[in-house]
Each structure stands twice: as C-alpha cells, then as structure tokens.
C-alpha cells in the first residue's frame, strides 16, 4: 500500500485463487478487495499488507514498509529449496540468507538456473531487454503483472550466463522495476 491505496490487487487475488485451487481444491477461498479495509489511523507512506490465511483468514497485518538498501548479491546454490507458495515459514530461505559473508542479499541458484533473492524476484538487464528467471521459487504479483504488460519477460538464466547481463533489479509487491538495480560485477559466489 502506498499513500492509502492499495496496489495491483488483480494479481494478489489471483495469487490467493491458485492457492484457493491448488491447496484447498475451491475456486476462491475470499475477495481481498472485500475484506481489506485500510484503518484509519494510518498515515500516508508505504505499508506491507500481510493477509495470513489457510483455508480461512487468520489475520490481516498492516505494517510501515522501508526498502533495504542492496548494492551486493552472494550466488547460493541450494538443489531442492522449495517456496512455490508464499509463506510464513521462511525457515530454508533464511538459512540460505545467513550465508550472503557480507554481501547485503542472496542469488538462489538451484539445479544451475537463477530463481530469485532472499526477499524479491529478479529482473536481469542486458541493455536491451528485462529478463526474469524461468523458474523462480515464488512467482511474484509484480513479476507477473510486468510479464503480462510485456515489461518483462521471462528466460532462463544460468549461474554461468549471469555475466552477459549489465544489472540484476529486484522486484516485490512492493519494489518496483529500477528501485533497486545491483549491477552484476557485485555479484560473488
């Protein structure tokens, strides 16, 4: 959320459908846009929305939202990680995290292909075009929003190919493409 309005819903919804089919076999477990209501004592700024629910909300989170400065990525290579579905346990994410040795953030590589960071989806730059990961642990709201507009699109990128591109942008529901761009030689392994 930002300003009090609330951002790319179209996609956050249809996150929660696929879980809604994917996890609990029904269409649509709820609306987001009926249930979030923003409360008044918030101040114009950025804030995290979390929704936390299983197959029933347990909890709507209203939090300030500050972006991390990240300058550095450590390649981490880690085979079976798995985070298809957003969630509160990141505890083999943070495991990865705790390896960064000075670098500010991480560069999941599983099976030899990029994925994502600690907290974002990637977006590499070769000058000319923006190229997501194939196969990213979590397909985010905002990567799939940039596919759909034909900002981005996606193409798989290899631990060895990382080098052909100029800069690596992260992007989250809340960082948008060209807020935080690394460019790669500040990528180590």
Same mark, same amino acid.
């Given at each position: 959320?930002?300003?009090?309005?609330?951002?790319?819903?179209?996609?956050?919804?249809?996150?929660?459908?696929?879980?809604?089919?994917?996890?609990?076999?029904?269409?649509?477990?709820?609306?987001?846009?009926?249930?979030?209501?923003?409360? !008044?004592?918030?101040?114009?700024?950025?804030?995290?929305? /979390? %929704? #936390?629910?299983? =197959?029933? +909300?347990?909890?709507?989170?209203?939090? !300030?939202?500050?972006?991390?400065?990240?300058?550095?990525? /450590? %390649? #981490?290579?880690? =085979?079976? +990680?798995?985070?298809?579905?957003?969630?509160?346990?990141?505890?083999?994410?943070?495991?990865?995290?705790?390896?960064?040795?000075?670098?500010?953030?991480?560069?999941?590589?599983?099976?030899?292909?990029?994925?994502?960071?600690?907290?974002?989806?990637?977006?590499?730059?070769?000058?000319?075009?923006?190229?997501?990961?194939?196969?990213?642990?979590?397909?985010?709201?905002?990567?799939?929003?940039?596919?759909?507009?034909?900002?981005?699109?996606?193409?798989?990128?290899?631990?060895?190919?990382?080098?052909?591109?100029?800069?690596?942008?992260?992007?989250?529901?809340?960082?948008?493409?060209?807020?935080?761009?690394?460019?790669?030689?500040?990528?180590?392994?």
């Amino acid at each position: 959320m930002r300003d009090r309005q609330l951002h790319n819903l179209e996609w956050h919804q249809q996150r929660v459908d696929k879980v809604s089919r994917e996890c609990f076999g029904k269409s649509s477990l709820f609306t987001i846009s009926d249930l979030l209501k923003i409360p !008044p004592c918030l101040e114009p700024g950025d804030y995290k929305c /979390r %929704l #936390i629910y299983s =197959n029933h +909300i347990e909890r709507i989170e209203f939090a !300030p939202y500050s972006r991390k400065k990240v300058t550095s990525l /450590r %390649l #981490i290579e880690h =085979n079976s +990680i798995n985070y298809s579905y957003k969630s509160t346990d990141r505890t083999q994410l943070k495991a990865l995290f705790d390896q960064r040795s000075g670098s500010e953030d991480i560069l999941i590589v599983r099976n030899d292909l990029v994925t994502d960071s600690y907290y974002a989806n990637v977006v590499f730059y070769d000058g000319k075009q923006f190229i997501t990961p194939s196969m990213p642990l979590l397909q985010g709201t905002k990567r799939a929003k940039l596919i759909a507009e034909g900002r981005i699109k996606p193409g798989e990128i290899t631990r060895r190919n990382i080098w052909k591109f100029n800069e690596i942008h992260l992007i989250n529901a809340m960082i948008d493409l060209g807020e935080i761009v690394i460019n790669t030689e500040q990528v180590t392994s």
